[in-house]
Structure formats: structure tokens, C-alpha cells
């Protein structure tokens, strides 16, 4: 199984996806930042991350979960520092062979990453708070 | 020993990184004591925070020495 793991402050863009021979099921899942968190409305999210720790963990998931439910290509990337309302802030690629495996990989992965994978929102930005940020 | 600070135990101690002085090789419980006499003010985050010795969760098994970086790993909360 090909693993790619990108933890990057770089806006994610669009991406082409690994098609690799045998793909029969391509799963793609990306987290946008809400305008909204804890009820309140906000602007933008801050990441962070202990990155080599963060990246090693979800390699290790992916495996296990790899092992269960076998998929071709797992691709992650996951934004760190100032992420805009509407932006992506994780994005999740996977092909199988099948459906059901490229599905079980995405929502069990998922769940892990926000159980184990050491990644933190800092903090939530009003729309001041990110104006005066992105003046200063 | 060198010890990460992340989130919102970086706003309790103002530092993303702490230096304490350790004599032996230490349990988690050896540890949180050590660390907690430099930095009283992170005690009452122990229980949400997690280790972790040289970028892997550490167990009840695992010995925490001078050479080591450790990790404090408050409530994860990617995605």
C-alpha cells in the first residue's frame, strides 16, 4: 500500500488523484473550516502540529487499518497555521479495489485522526481577529 | 531532557519547549513528578495530557531518561 502524508501551511489545492493499476474505488474526503465553531460565528481556525510525530502516527493507523481493509494509495494532507472559513484543512484521498475498503479506510482513519494523531485547532479567529492578522 | 509544549499547555507555561534536569531513568510518574516541580502550573492538565518519548505514545512500561525529548500531548483535535 502507498502511503502519502503532506502536513504543510500551503493552501491545499485541488489534487490529481494515484491511479494505480487494479483501482476500482476512489474515496475522497476533505474537512473545511465552518463558520462556526462552539456557536459562535468565526473567520478562520488556527492549526498546529508536532509534525513528525503527527505524520509517523498516521502511517502507523493507516497500516493497521491497511491490514483490515487493504487499499492500493492513502493520500493525507493536513493544513497547519491560519485556515480561512471555506478552506480545506484535511484532505484524504484513498483507492482500493473496491468500495467497501476505500470507505472503511476513510471514515476509520477519520476517527482515529482525532483520537491519536497529535494535531491541535489553537485557536478560533473572529473576523477582527483575522483582519488585524492579515494586516499586521 | 527536553519537553514540547503544544496547544493550550504552550498558554499555561508560555514556552513551546522547557529543558528540566533528570537524575535517573524515571516512570511517567517520575517524570510528572520532576516535571511538575519546575512547572507547577501545568498539574492540572495531567490528566487530559498524554506522553509521548521521542515521538511515540509512551505506556506504562516506558522509562523516560536525561537523553530523551518528551511530548506533552493535550486532547488532540485535528481535521
Not at chain 1, 494509495?73 to 480561512?84: E, F, Y
Not at chain 2, 514556552?15 to 520532576?34: M, N, Q, T, V
Not at chain 2, 505514545?57 to 536525561?66: I, N, V
Request: glycine share 6%; hydrophobic share 45%; net charge negative.
Amino acid at each position: 500500500m502507498q502511503i502519502e502524508i503532506q502536513i504543510t501551511p500551503q493552501r491545499i489545492a485541488e489534487t490529481i488523484s494515484p491511479l494505480l493499476a487494479g483501482v476500482g474505488a476512489l474515496a475522497e474526503f476533505s474537512g473545511i473550516v465552518r463558520a462556526e465553531e462552539a456557536g459562535r460565528a468565526i473567520a478562520a481556525l488556527e492549526y498546529e502540529a508536532y509534525s513528525p510525530m503527527a505524520e509517523q502516527v498516521m502511517r502507523e493507523i493507516i497500516a493497521e487499518i491497511g491490514s483490515r481493509h487493504p487499499c492500493l494509495c492513502v493520500r493525507v494532507t493536513h493544513r497547519i497555521g491560519i485556515v480561512p472559513v471555506g478552506e480545506t484543512a484535511i484532505q484524504l484521498l484513498v483507492t482500493a479495489r473496491h468500495r467497501v475498503e476505500a470507505f472503511a479506510m476513510l471514515t476509520e482513519f477519520m476517527d482515529r485522526l482525532k483520537q491519536d494523531v497529535p494535531i491541535w485547532k489553537r485557536r478560533a479567529l473572529s473576523g477582527d481577529e483575522f483582519d488585524a492578522l492579515k494586516k499586521s | 531532557m527536553r519537553v514540547l509544549l503544544f496547544a493550550h499547555l504552550k498558554d499555561a507555561t508560555s514556552a513551546a519547549e522547557l529543558e528540566i534536569k533528570i537524575s535517573d531513568d524515571l516512570d511517567a510518574d517520575g517524570f510528572w513528578r520532576a516535571l511538575l516541580a519546575a512547572q507547577p502550573a501545568l498539574a492540572k492538565f495531567r490528566p487530559t495530557t498524554r506522553l509521548a518519548r521521542n515521538g511515540e505514545y509512551a505506556d506504562a512500561q516506558t522509562r523516560f531518561s536525561d537523553a530523551d525529548e518528551v511530548a506533552l500531548i493535550p486532547p488532540v483535535s485535528g481535521g
